[in-house]
């Protein structure tokens, strides 16, 4: 069965600064996807940015990009530069190839400190 | 952009209510899918749909019902609530071309509160 395990229930992070929010997965699957969504507290689920396990250069988009290491099964979200409107909570994602749904992991709380 | 609606964002309701929660996407999308949030069980699919009048068993299904008689919409149905469907319900949609890429949207969610 597919998984995915986000070890960090809460981060802080000055602003300004990078960080980085861990996130591993177990899938027996050659192919699937990768996903993270950030929920701020109005509660809306808002994409941030997606991984392909068959692409070869790992995703960027604005100020998120993803550390896709494929051997070590890890998808982590690295965040530069950070504002106070990263503060929020964010979640990884998997999508089962057989149903089409999400698998989200528990997800991590981050906190800009201005 | 992608548009998911929920009509409501906040609803109280009593224990024994029929309870209906409705998701409209603006994007003509294939797909559709109801979850729940709940702090430290992060989000569980309850029902999804591919398709008009098509609904499939998520992970939760029990204590829930779907309806989708149009592309558009999908409705959350709670038979007769019960306090431990007090939570976060999220509404989300996705093309439906390709089941690895593409991505889900979501609405801006449902805060129920079963007394």
């Known amino acids: 069965a597919q998984k995915i395990t986000q070890t960090q229930p809460g981060m802080f992070v000055q602003e300004k600064e990078a960080v980085t929010l861990d996130c591993t997965y177990d899938?027996?699957?050659?192919?699937?996807?990768l996903f993270w969504y950030k929920q701020p507290s109005s509660g809306e689920m808002i994409f941030l940015i997606y991984?392909?396990?068959?692409?070869?250069q790992n995703a960027t988009e604005g100020r998120y990009s993803l550390n896709f290491q494929k051997a070590r099964k890890s998808a982590n979200l690295v965040i530069s530069a950070s504002q106070l409107g990263d503060s929020a909570m964010y979640f990884c994602?998997?999508?089962?190839?057989?149903?089409?749904?999400?698998?989200f992991g528990q997800g991590t709380t981050l906190q800009v400190k201005p | 952009d992608v548009k998911v609606t929920q009509s409501s964002r906040y609803l109280v309701k009593r224990t024994g209510e029929k309870v209906f929660l409705e998701c409209v996407q603006d994007?003509?999308?294939?797909?559709m899918f109801w979850y729940r949030q709940d702090p430290g069980l992060g989000l569980r699919l309850i029902y999804f749909?591919?398709?008009?009048?098509?609904?499939e068993k998520g992970d939760i299904p029990e204590g829930y019902s779907v309806s989708r008689e149009k592309k558009e919409r999908f409705s959350l149905i709670l038979e007769s609530a019960s306090t431990n469907q007090t939570s976060m319900y999220l509404c989300?949609?996705?093309?439906?071309?390709?089941?690895?890429?593409?991505?889900?949207?979501f609405g801006p969610g449902t805060r129920l509160l079963v007394l």
């Open positions: 989300a949609s996705s093309l439906g071309e390709d089941r690895v890429q593409e991505t889900q949207y």
């Open positions: 899938t027996s699957d050659q192919s699937y996807g």
């Open positions: 991984q392909g396990s068959y692409d070869e």
């Open positions: 994602a998997m999508r089962d190839t057989n149903t089409g749904k999400l698998i």
């Open positions: 994007m003509d999308h294939e797909n």
């Open positions: 749909s591919y398709d008009v009048k098509m609904k």
